[in-house]
């Protein structure tokens, strides 16, 4: 059947009732991931005032090449490739129909970057994870290399023993586990590339129910793949008081207890990314490139908003959640320290401060214990007696998202994430 996407008509197979993905035994199309090909396309025009020089996009799982039939319309030299070949011939014949040129390659794209590379813009689309991919991709691109992974379970440590083997890391299956996914997702790419002194810094990513994207920038040098690695890092969390604490480098010194509530149920994930996971001044571009023929335009363009305002420090809190686990302590103990009012970042909603530094936010340290166990804890702490006292009352708002910044430093802002969990489904 013919669909029109971005302005384009596309020849695809025809899904099965109800399908959301799949292959229906032929050619691999999914309407549904229409916003993450609206944003690609938004990103290629960005990328382009940002790299003059990118000219060549290899559309590298190309299924019925709607990615490069796009891409090919922004006027880049595209080159479609893919191991099945009745997806190679549909997308030549979609190039044509649209009177485009492009490449059509029956190969698997390992060869192909190997043998053909480099190409400045190298799109991974797998089944799965990206990452037998990545080596490929990462030593055969110049600038930029896009890659989705579907395999959220094992990304976000739901399958833990897939996500270690994979990933080279290990992934907790935590409150923000879209976010732990896509930190973990470039962890292991950032780790791939800095094998070739490549620095992979990742310039736009978002998540949804059903995969993280993430759009790396390359940029060559020993010395800029150490500042990747060097973003690297662990996250300690503690499940009871929702205590976490973001540390960078390579070698693991996991809490064995948590510091503000003394449990012993603390969880340490990583290696993973703890630097920004966009540039927000590119979000900002991305979405000024997002066009009204777009299909997922509304969407696309809310999404990168929210890319563009949220913060770039780890980890964010899911309000209702935190709001849940202090509901809980108010319950037990009649009080709860009441949220800053209005203190939004950016436009965003309220802000929550941290830290237990002044008497108007919810800490999330404070989630757990009774007023004997918070004294304790403010002794251990150093902190006022006075910070002891139960707070008053929870502004309870369910289905708030907000980001939480790490713990240290003191009084950073908080706001709503596009990471906050799988968005756009
Ligand atoms: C998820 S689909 C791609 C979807 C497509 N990019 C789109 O936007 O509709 C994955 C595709 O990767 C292809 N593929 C799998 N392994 C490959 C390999 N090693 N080299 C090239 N293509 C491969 C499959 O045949 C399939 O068409
Ligand atoms: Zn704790």
Same mark, same amino acid.
């Given at each position: ?5 971005? /302005?384009?008509? +596309? ?8 399908? #959301?993905?799949?292959?229906? /035994? ?33 559309? =590298? ?16 030299? %595209? ?8 997806? %190679? ?31 400045? +813009? ?58 732990? /996914? ?7 790419? %950032? ?28 940029? #060559?040098?020993?010395? =800029? ?36 509530? *003394? ?6 994930? *990583? ?13 900002? =571009? ?18 990168? /908003? ?55 936010? %919810? ?5 757990? *214990? ?34 939480? =910044?790490?713990?240290?430093?003191? #009084? ?14």
């Amino acid at each position: 059947m013919d669909i029109e996407e971005g /302005g384009l008509t +596309v020849s695809v197979p025809e899904t099965r009732d109800g399908a #959301s993905e799949g292959t229906g /035994g032929g050619v691999f199309f999914n309407p549904t991931q229409e916003l993450n090909r609206d944003v690609t396309v938004a990103t290629l025009r960005a990328y382009r005032d940002r790299e003059p020089r990118a000219e060549t996009y290899l559309d =590298a799982m190309a299924a019925s090449g709607i990615r490069g039939v796009r891409a090919a319309a922004e006027g880049y030299d %595209v080159t479609c490739a893919d191991v099945d070949p009745d997806a %190679v011939a549909l997308a030549e014949r979609n190039l044509d129909a649209n009177g485009l040129d492009g490449e059509t390659v029956h190969r698997d794209v390992n060869a192909l970057l190997y043998d053909e590379g480099p190409f400045d +813009v190298v799109d991974l689309d797998p089944y799965g994870t990206p990452i037998p991919f990545a080596d490929a991709a990462l030593a055969n691109a110049r600038n930029l290399v896009c890659v989705t992974a579907t395999d959220t379970a094992p990304l976000c440590g739901a399958h833990l023993q897939s996500g270690i083997r994979k990933y080279g890391a290990v992934p907790r299956n935590t409150d923000y586990h879209p976010e732990m /996914g896509l930190r973990t997702l470039i962890s292991a790419l %950032v780790r791939t590339a800095a094998r070739y002194d490549v620095a992979a810094r990742p310039v736009l990513s978002h998540v949804s129910r059903h995969y993280a994207r993430t759009y790396l920038e390359l940029e #060559s040098g020993a010395r =800029a793949a150490d500042d990747c690695v060097d973003q690297l890092g662990y996250v300690d969390g503690c499940e009871d008081c929702l205590w976490r604490e973001p540390s960078r480098g390579l070698i693991a010194d996991p809490a064995e207890t948590c510091p503000v509530c *003394g449990g012993d149920r603390v969880l340490t994930a *990583g290696p993973i990314w703890l630097g920004a996971v966009a540039d927000a001044d590119f979000a900002r =571009a991305v979405r000024e490139a997002v066009t009204d023929d777009m299909g997922e335009a509304k969407r696309a363009r809310k999404l990168l /908003g929210t890319v563009a305002r949220e913060l770039d420090t780890p980890t964010h809190y899911d309000q209702h959640r935190l709001y849940k686990a202090v509901g809980r302590a108010r319950h037990r103990h009649g009080r709860v320290r009441r949220p800053a009012a209005g203190r939004g970042v950016r436009g965003e909603p309220r802000a929550l401060p941290r830290d237990g530094g002044q008497d108007d936010g %919810v800490d999330p340290g404070d989630a757990r *214990g009774g007023p004997r166990r918070r004294r304790r804890r403010d002794l251990r702490l150093g902190r006022p007696a006075s910070l002891s006292h139960p707070p008053r009352f929870c502004d309870y708002r369910p289905n708030r998202r907000v980001c939480l =910044a790490p713990r240290p430093p003191p #009084s950073a802002p908080f706001a709503a994430s596009s990471t906050s969990r799988w968005t756009d489904r």
